[in-house]
């Protein structure tokens, strides 16, 4: 094991938006790695729930904490870096955690491979209900990430980058709300050199609130969007018009429905009843 002091500064960052429920534990799960070069930032969004009190229990071990209206995850995120000092960046979204000793591992990763610009770890896919999925970094190459990132996906929590890289490529895109991770991801790997670690890091958390489950067809057009910019032009318009001439399908049967004598007096009936 390396010498405490040997190891790079890792800057956390954590957006945050009315998410007290979740919120402490993924606190908890970055002070607890015990790491001696820290550095832990939280932006909540202007949180109205119990974040801030939350926050507040912790701010002794915070670099850094806000809590005001900031123009969305991405934006926060990027404002987040702007303060950091480290030498490795990572992003903790707030109802997500690290695995014990995940920073240690990442710090000696980076001390060990100082030819490498970034790297992809393993994570666990948790579904609220405790159904879990280990997925594991295969493939972590720009064709890969762009045209198979079903099969060579990399769980954006266990995924850590130095400031050099971020400083060279630039921040997050904040044109893409859902996606702009994605987008992030094939910059890195177009212009890092980039490397992979087995240990499982990080617990990504699913569940309904969550932004890629509650506006997964923000997240699909968004995907699609960055493919053709890319490159994957005929895959990312095959799977949008994939989809709209499904959209368009079901338009055509509801209109269908919609226009018969019966629904529309169905329909009156119910509104007579509702308005009683």
Sequence with gaps: MNNAMTLPKITVVTPSYNQGKFLEQTIKSVLDQDY???EYIIMD????DNSVEIIKKY???LAYWQSQPDGGQSTAINAGFQRATGEIFCWLNSDDQFCPNTLKIV???FISHLDRDWVGGGGIIRVLNGEERIILPKNIDFESFLYRWAENCVCQPSIFWRKALWTRIGCFDDFYQSSFDYEFWLRIAQYGNGGKIDDILSINLFHPAQ???AKYYETFVETNIIMFVNGARDEA???LLMVCERSFRYEKKLSS???NIFYRIIRKIYKIILHR
């Design 45 to 48: 969004g202007g949180s109205t």
């Design 211 to 213: 932004k890629t489950q």
């Design 107 to 109: 710090g000696n990763y």
């Design 237 to 239: 318009r095959k799977n």
């Design 59 to 61: 701010e002794q071990n």
């Design 36 to 38: 001696p070069n820290l």
């Design 257 to 259: 429905i919609r226009n």
